[in-house]
């Protein structure tokens, strides 16, 4: 029996599941109950730990041990080699995409060393689905500090002095938002936390529900409480069947130690929250769609002009909608100060980027950096850079209303400001990596093909315009482009973005701008040569190769 | 609809209140009941909550989740996520039709399979990914593709 108590976390995200690791985890327990170990040996089930692509994930601490794509088998050897302090299981041990040699500890593995693990501060080391890990990581402090010490003044006062940004996207500051919906009429309001994550390429927003799901109700009841609101709902996307239970555990455990429900901690503050599961559309990530989802209409973005969602939101009522992210930074900044939270990030851009670092780079999951952090070191250093030799082209950032930066911007530190001055945007936080062999022309047609299957329908620009771009770059993928088709998506993605209705709209064109500014000579590689250059588009290869 | 099925209905709607931003959450929950949402239910729904069946109508045929039409017992989703896109997701979806002889957004006429593609499941670690009803299959190539479906378990009646 070994004199030292050991934890064994056993990650249960929506990746390591997929290989299975439920599996390991009752191996787990029957290997422990049979040698007589639960004494000195703790198994616990945690959310994401990141590093989704080596899943299924299994730590062993207080060391550290990092064990990556584990199968039941292994268990055995794992319990073996704690037993006899022997050294870890060499063959699951992560190795170096470089050197090739084996890093037994996950703070030494770069992926893990260059982050900042903020709002993803508990993500993989606590127990999502008992909230006693999460009250002992200091867990609804914050909330008793916001109810019994603070005023709604000097909560959002802190909240706006942190310099906190959204973290749905647009980058909108958090402190003034919250300012609007208090100081708004009327004594019914509703907070919403936006979880209807529908970027293709980003599930940041899944992993921390998945993994820490009371740091978002803390954020969400600090929030009702400095606005005045009484009812809350999670809007969450309904592709996500792990965060909406966990979600609901969340709420029932909080419930019950009465941090929701009337008379919280007895201040006299009654609060209760929802879970609405949305049914796949991804305009209604949209503020006004969203609203009118959850009062069972189309989700259709209000007209212009519009009051904003802060006075007029849920049944005309003000309503303060922030995402999933920016609430859970909330207990921090309530907790630690709005000093502390800002000694993070750069000058206007506060705190820390998470992105769902994938495509073709070496090292693929969910990351968490300070914001200001340079392209490069996101991808060659966390990310291990390109697999297989290749090189990098591009990286996409923001999904279908974002943008893809070439070589020539790495260097460029990655906020809010400086995405934007690029031509893509920080979005919900996507990052795809994309090597030579990656065409462009192919990349801006599928965002395009995204954008027209998902445009509401309502206003024209977006209707009609973004199955305009889609065709004529149909037509360039098929080898049927015309010389002056570059000039004609340049003038409707003008159009589109100026005179659509929403966000979905306005920056669908995106896609297609970054990469015409960016890698133009693709284009007309495809127009002039009938030439895909990376050896994607079906039609050109197959012709270029019966020649 | 039989006699059960309606009473199966009738007992959902029993615990809701009648109001309209209940709308979603029940077509949400007669579906994962019924698989679909069967033409009574819409009016048994639009009579509840008092609002037009063209209402209850307009509003599931907006969202992509709510289904007119009955599923295949196999509910095949192959992600068309940025990440899956540009690790061969196309491939992968193409191989599929091959294997169970139907195309994207169809169900094989003996109910077996139903073949749709989905913005992101969220698993872009392990793109190019798909999900046969809960199960979520990561890192796919073409060859595991096939060995998901065999070609024995093809929907023969699908091909009459």
């Keep these: ?547 | 609809m039989d006699e059960l099925e309606e009473e199966q209905l009738r007992d959902i709607l029993s615990y809701y209140k009648g109001k309209k931003g209940e709308l979603i959450p029940i077509m949400l929950e007669v579906q994962a009941n019924f698989g679909y949402l069967p033409g009574e239910a819409i009016q048994l729904i639009a009579d509840f909550l008092n609002i037009a069946e063209g209402q209850v109508y307009s509003v599931a045929s907006f969202y992509a989740k709510l289904r007119l039409l009955p599923l295949g017992r196999q509910q095949v989703t192959v992600c068309r996520g940025t990440a899956c896109h540009i690790r061969g997701a196309p491939q992968i979806l193409k191989e599929i039709e091959k294997a169970i002889g139907i195309n994207e957004g169809d169900t094989s006429c003996d109910l077996e399979y139903t073949l749709e593609t989905v913005a992101c499941i969220g698993c872009c670690a392990l793109a190019p990914c798909l999900r046969v009803n809960t199960n979520v299959h990561g890192e796919m190539t073409p060859e595991k593709a096939r060995q998901l479906f065999p070609a024995s378990s093809k929907g023969e009646q699908d091909a009459q």
């Design chain 1, 1 to 547: 029996m070994p004199n030292k108590q050991f934890t064994i976390l056993v990650c249960q995200g929506t990746g390591c599941i997929s290989g299975e690791s439920q599996q390991i985890h009752s191996s787990l327990e029957k290997e422990i109950s049979g040698r007589a170990l639960s004494e000195g040996i703790q198994i616990k089930r945690t959310g994401c730990h990141g590093f989704c692509q080596r899943g299924p994930l299994v730590v062993v601490e207080p060391e550290g041990i990092f064990y990556s794509k584990v199968q039941p088998d292994d268990i055995p050897d794992i319990i073996q080699s704690l037993l006899l302090h022997g050294k870890p299981v060499e063959r699951l041990l992560y190795r170096d995409p470089h050197s090739g040699e084996p890093v037994p500890y996950y703070r030494n593995i770069l992926f893990y060393l260059r982050q900042q693990r903020l709002v993803l501060r508990n993500c993989g080391n606590i127990d999502p689905e008992n909230i006693e890990d999460y009250l002992a990581t200091g867990g609804y402090q914050a909330l008793g500090k916001a109810l019994l010490k603070m005023t709604s003044g000097q909560i959002i006062n802190e909240v706006s002095r942190s310099g906190l940004r959204g973290l749905g996207g647009a980058g909108f500051p958090t402190g003034q938002k919250w300012e609007a919906c208090y100081k708004a009429e009327g004594s019914e309001k509703y907070v919403i936390c936006n979880a209807d994550e529908g970027d293709p390429g980003a599930f940041q927003d899944r992993s921390v529900m998945e993994g820490d799901p009371h740091s978002v109700l803390e954020g969400m009841i600090i929030a009702a409480f400095a606005v005045g609101a009484r009812r809350g709902f999670i809007y969450v996307r309904a592709e996500y069947p792990l965060a909406v239970k966990r979600l609901g555990i969340a709420i029932a455990q909080a419930e019950e130690k009465g941090f929701l429900g009337s008379n919280i901690l007895n201040s006299g503050f009654d609060f209760d929250v929802g879970i609405f599961q949305g049914a796949g559309a991804f305009v209604c990530g949209e503020s006004t769609a969203l609203v009118q989802s959850i009062e069972g209409n189309r989700g259709f973005p209000k007209p212009l002009p519009r009051p904003r969602t802060t006075e007029v939101g849920l049944w005309d009522k003000p309503t303060l909608l922030n995402n999933v992210k920016t609430f859970a930074n909330i207990p921090l900044i309530i907790a630690r100060g709005s000093d502390w939270f800002a000694s993070h990030g750069t000058e206007k851009n506060k705190g820390t980027a998470i992105f769902s670092l994938t495509g073709k780079v070496a090292n693929c999951g969910l990351i968490e950096v300070p914001m200001g952090t340079k392209l490069r070191e996101i991808i060659y250093d966390i990310g291990g850079g390109i697999p297989e030799g290749k090189d990098f082209k591009a990286v996409q950032t923001g999904g279908p209303s974002g943008g893809c930066l070439p070589a020539s911007l790495l260097d460029m530190p990655v906020d809010f400001d400086s995405l934007t001055a690029a031509g893509s945007m920080m979005g919900s936080g996507g990052m795809v990596v994309m090597d030579e062999n990656t065409c462009m022309v192919d990349v801006a047609r599928y965002f395009l093909d995204f954008t027209q299957r998902e445009s509401c329908g309502q206003c024209i620009p977006c209707r009609v315009g973004t199955k305009q771009m889609f065709d004529v770059l149909d037509d360039i993928a098929k080898g049927q482009g015309k010389p002056e088709d570059i000039e004609l998506l340049l003038e409707l993605a003008e159009s589109v973005a100026s005179t659509s209705l929403c966000a979905l709209g306005q920056t669908a064109p995106n896609p297609v701008l970054t990469t015409i500014r960016y890698f133009r000579h693709e284009y007309e590689a495809h127009i002039n040569e009938k030439r895909c250059p990376a050896g994607v588009c079906q039609a050109l290869v197959s012709e270029a190769g019966a020649h």
